[in-house]
């Protein structure tokens, strides 16, 4: 590890800011560009790049009606093309190297066409699996087959044959989601819901052809299938997503299901012996109202003392249970904490406020349809999500591919608050680090922007710690009780942020990606802590999404404010606290690419310095090809 200096600065116009800590030679290191940069930060977050991006190229305009068409929702799911997009602005004139390089180098992504949701990952014979929706015909949403891949890491990835494809009456419209279970005697079952001939919702079985195969190339569709029709009083599209089986006191295997009534998001509970017959539980496990259908419930217990993960039947003292859903009408994945009655089947969450769909979002960006597995090769759970595109559809037709799944991350409960999980990318990809640099002490006066003088900045995991100055801190007046990541953006100047990292950012600053912590003081003195990713200057295409996500995250008395990033090309998961707030962002610059791509630490905050300490890797590409059946 080398410690960098020479990109250090601090604005020599802030007399209130704290000494700077660096000796004096490290000063002389400064570059007058550097000074430059620095005077113009407030002035680019808070208006924008200098010049309007009045360049984009006009040569693809498409009529002004024009709208991406509805994917899904005719055939009773959720809506899969991205279609905030009006349609009514200019398509960026993309070249085939901004394309290229949006393909991520340590995701996992098929080689082409269209992937939406996880399914069934697990561990089998020295194997990570995970099947995944994917169209083989396109990159947007339609005909959905299970694609399957198989990792001994969870980062290096092989791809294998498809292995499911809509070929039964009882899934003809596309085998959708569905979830594995590994049963104590070694058989594994897949449940997963079939989208029928008539567009009816249904839950199907699987299973391995051949349970000695690693690979377990060949899933059989049990003939009996369909093995659950909707109920009665459940629509015949509200109806999907098994989850993961687990056993009951009683011996009985249970699975939820998501559905909902009116606008009421529920979780049927079925109960099962053989996995064939199924009878529905009175009742619902949880409904929230409001909250429409659920999509990918997950559930599965965490422990509330150790750090393993836990397999998904464990009960007892000292376990609470995750309950996740993915919201249909706002595309976004909540959680609760709770605790399961495992006589009556039913859930009950620790703080109502804070209940599935109004409190707690798995991740705050671009993130869907979550699911979870038990490794009992290393006992831990992982999580999966999906991320998917705000571009057009257009964009994605072009670039032959769409979405992308999120690096693997373990869950646990933060014994520490007690009131939510920890995420955080599995171990493994830290193999991929090399040439670590060091920045330790910068100093970050009010107003401030600190280039970080790395090689390339497309691909690299980042630890940072910010350290506000607590005399400044408390002797701020200033109330700021309404903040929101959302309603705000890192140009939305506090007396006590926003700070943090500017990522795949051009060296002028027309494109930008700042992630940040935000402190906002309440009248009675206590202090609330944002963890935000604003997207809105990330590229210069007009047809992109682009929003500023985020949310609280709990920082402890005592505790240093700490973030991590994985950037990987068009894609960064940040990460606070050790992974109590979680941001994915799905961004598609169009100058901060390649060697153009920077990196810089930033104060925007009015009151406060801020000193910075941070480790930057680059990151290695994962080797995620075909498995090599010819070589073998
Ligand atoms: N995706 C699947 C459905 C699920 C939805 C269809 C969530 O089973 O509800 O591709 O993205």
Known sequence: MD???????????????????????????????????????????????????????????????????????????????????????????????????QRTAFHFQPQKNWMNDPNAPLFHM???????????????????????????????????????????????????????????????????????????QVQNLAYPANLSDPLLLDLVKYEGNPIMVPPPGIGMKDFRDPTTAWVGPDGKWRVAIGSKVNTTGITLVYQTTNFTSYELLEGVMHAVPGTGMWECVDFYPVSTTGRNGLDTSVNGPGIKHVLKASLDDEKKDFYALGTYDTINDKWTPDDPELDVGVGLRVDYGKYYASKTFYDHNKQRRILWGWIGETDSEYDDLMKGWASVQTIPRTVVFDVKTGTNILQWPVEEVEELRRNSIEFNGVELAPGSIVPLNIRSATQLDITATFEVDKEALEGVLEVDVGYNCSTAGAGVRGALGPFGLIVLADHSLFELTPVYFYISKDVGGGYKTFFCADEIRSSLALEVNKKVHGGMVPVLDGEKLT??????????????????????????????????????????????????????????????????????
């Open 563 to 632: 973030m991590r990033l994985l950037v990987d090309h068009s894609i960064v998961e940040s990460f606070a606290q050790g992974g109590r707030t979680v941001i994915t962002s799905r961004i598609y610059p169009t100058k901060a690419v390649d060697g153009a791509a920077r990196a810089f630490l930033f104060n925007n905050a009015t009151g406060v310095s801020v000193t910075a300490s941070l480790t930057v890797w680059e990151m290695k590409s994962a080797y995620i090809k075909p498995y090599p059946f010819d070589d073998i």
């Open 126 to 200: 020295g194997w990570y699996h995970i099947w995944y929706q994917y169209n083989p015909d396109s990159a947007i949403w339609g005909n959905i087959t299970w694609g399957h891949a198989v990792s001994t890491d969870l980062i290096h990835w092989l791809h294998l044959p498809i292995a499911m494809v809509p070929d039964h009456w009882f899934d003809s419209n596309g085998v959708w989601t569905g979830s594995a279970t590994l049963l104590p005697d070694g058989q594994i079952v897949i449940l997963y819901t079939g989208d029928t001939d008539d567009y009816v």
């Open 3 to 101: 410690t960098n200096l020479s990109s250090y600065t601090r604005l020599p116009d802030q007399p209130t800011a704290a000494p700077n800590r660096r000796p004096v030679k490290a000063i002389a290191g400064i570059f007058l560009s550097i000074l430059l940069l620095s005077s113009l930060v407030a002035f680019i977050l808070n208006n924008g790049p200098r010049d309007a991006p009045n360049n984009v190229p006009k040569s693809q305009v498409l009529p002004e009606t024009w709208m991406p068409p509805s994917r899904g929702v005719e055939q009773g799911v959720s809506e899969k093309a991205f279609r905030e997009y009006s349609g009514m602005d200019p398509e960026y004139n993309w070249t085939n190297t901004m394309l290229a390089w």
